[in-house]
């Protein structure tokens, strides 16, 4: 039997999907709990070999849920079920380290089935979220021109893209005219630009402008 944990706000959620589990012959629904604080003392307690944990909860929510059980047992195994697909919901989750992710819009039979593959340690991703975490991760990989800048030429290049002049650049941050137009020129050559009106357009086009 695969003994599962469920942790959601609302009770009819809880209800629903713990009498349809029921009906299932290889899963059985040990404990219930209606907050992340709560779901964190039952998993403890119970130790079930799934959690199905949602998201947004009132008081401790399921990503602070999950860093609280995975902290005290790293075993644990949890899986998400919410209606969020939000970035912030989504990449937070899966570093909390959720081992799946899957949406409340999914049937009930795919929940089932969410279960018992988080049971035998495969990572169940909905596609809608597997597809944001492939974004996310070229986002992540891609490198850009402008990450070669050092602190003092992204600086710089922000009040180049303002319009301002190479003195009134060294009067606001304090620095020798020389310096300004040294910095210029690796800017112009790190983005691999011609002039400043080409730099301030990279600037705009990479949304750098304060």
Known sequence: MIRVLIVDD??????GVSTYLGTQQDIE???????????????????????????????CDGITASKNILAEWPEAKILIVTSFLDDEKVYPAIEAGAYGYILKTSSAAEIAQAIRKTANDEQVIAP??????????????????HDDLTKRE????????KGKS???????????????????????????????????????QHQLIE
């Open 29 to 59: 629904v040990v404990a219930q709990a209606s907050n992340g604080e709560e779901g964190y003392h039952k998993a403890i307690k119970y130790r079930p070999d799934v959690i199905v944990m949602d998201l947004v909860m009132d008081g």
């Open 154 to 161: 992204f600086e710089v290049l922000q009040l180049v893209a």
């Open 166 to 204: 190479n003195s009134e650049i060294a009067s606001e941050l304090f620095i020798s005219l020389k310096t300004v137009k040294t910095h210029v020129s690796n800017i112009l050559s790190k983005l691999q630009v011609e002039d400043r009106t080409q730099a301030t357009i990279y600037a705009y």
């Open 128 to 145: 809608k979220v597997s597809e944001k975490l492939r974004h996310h991760e070229l986002e992540q990989s891609r490198h850009y021109l």
């Open 10 to 15: 609302h009770e009819m959620v809880r209800l």
